[in-house]
């Protein structure tokens, strides 16, 4: 149970860390688009922790 419980909190952080790194190189490449990546990004974050 327990090992099962690190297991997909390992699984969420490396989402999260990649989702990071995907909208760190597309606001360096496009700037104007950082409001919107940044809400998109901060939706998806909260969505995970709430339901997961």
Known sequence: MINNYYMESENENRIVGLLAVLIGILMI??????????????IIYGVLKIFG
């Not at 490449?29 to 901060?42: E, R």
């Open 29 to 42: 490449i496009y700037p104007q688009l950082v409001g919107y990546l940044v809400g998109i990004f901060l």
